[in-house]
């Protein structure tokens, strides 16, 4: 076969290793020119070298392989460029979580951050819709988002009125093991018939600590050691799930800078503040 190279060849022509190239013959990403049927030597033709520095280039954005596979046996110049605007748009958001990152823990570092400003609140027994049920950590985030779509759509579609903000309720298991029940609720007056998972409940009064977080939930643990400190500190702390109140969410406004979500921790109420 003319204007071919070995393995070998083909690897420093392309800077890809050898081990990397029979991997990806293996999976049908980048297929040799010629396969030796006797002794399984591979041959690369020299019009494969682009199509190798396309797929380096993609690794090293983290493209995975399979993305790979798709952009290059995409039918079309529109549907590979869509699939490239995608992955780009996500390595776009990653960065952005990198940056918020490295922002909180120079803040960390520094001691930059104003003091907590604590206040205590006392919440009368509230009737809400409510989705409740056993989450993982690492699904909680969009669970809690499903959750609170399906609790505004139910209202909606029953013609009730959300009387409140948006909270949660979080037991002590979600965060010691990782897993445990979590409970979205929708404070609302009415009769609400059950639906689908949203079931009509009464939000336990409670006395609460709070402190009112800003921005993303990426952060929010610095809130919540903020609370705890003040409440060892200064408060008698009672049994009880944690609870989350979302002041101003992504249902409010797409600046995820103006989010608040205020944190109640449950206290037993003494009169005083500390």
């Known amino acids: 076969m003319s204007h071919a190279l070995t393995i070998g060849d083909f690897s420093k022509a392309t800077h890809l290793s050898v081990r990397t190239l029979r991997h990806y013959h293996q999976i049908g990403l980048l297929e040799p020119a010629d396969v030796d049927p006797d002794t399984g030597y591979r041959r690369y033709a020299t019009e494969q070298i682009p199509a190798a520095q396309v797929i380096r280039r993609f690794r090293a954005l983290d493209m995975p392989l399979d993305d790979i596979q798709a952009v290059l046996t995409a039918p079309d110049v529109r549907t590979r460029d869509q699939l490239i605007a995608a992955h780009l748009g996500r390595m776009e958001a990653g960065l952005a979580r990198t940056q918020q990152a490295v922002t909180s823990l120079r803040d960390l570092l520094e001691r930059r951050s104003a003091p907590a400003a604590i206040g205590h ?10 989705i409740s049920e056993d989450v993982g950590v690492a699904d909680a985030l969009l669970w809690y988002q499903g959750a609170l779509g399906e609790l505004r759509a139910t209202l909606g579609a029953q013609r009730l009125r959300a009387d409140g903000p948006a909270g949660g309720m ?9 897993r445990g029940r979590a409970t979205v609720f929708l404070p609302c007056r009415g009769p609400l018939r059950p639906t689908g998972r949203v079931t009509p409940t009464t939000v336990p009064a409670a006395e609460l ?5 800003s921005g993303t939930h990426d952060d929010i643990d610095r809130a919540y050691g903020a609370l705890a400190t003040h409440v060892a500190e200064h408060e008698l702390a009672v049994d009880g799930p944690l609870r989350e109140y979302y002041l101003i969410g992504p249902g409010d406004t797409l600046d995820e800078g103006a989010w608040r979500t205020e944190i109640g921790w449950p206290v037993f109420a003494t009169g005083t503040t500390g």
């Not at 609140?121 to 409510?130: Q, W, Y």
């Open 121 to 130: 609140r006392s919440v009368p027994a509230t009737p809400a819709a409510a």
């Open 170 to 178: 979080f037991a002590d298991e979600l965060f010691a093991d990782e």
């Open 209 to 213: 600590a709070t402190i009112v977080h």
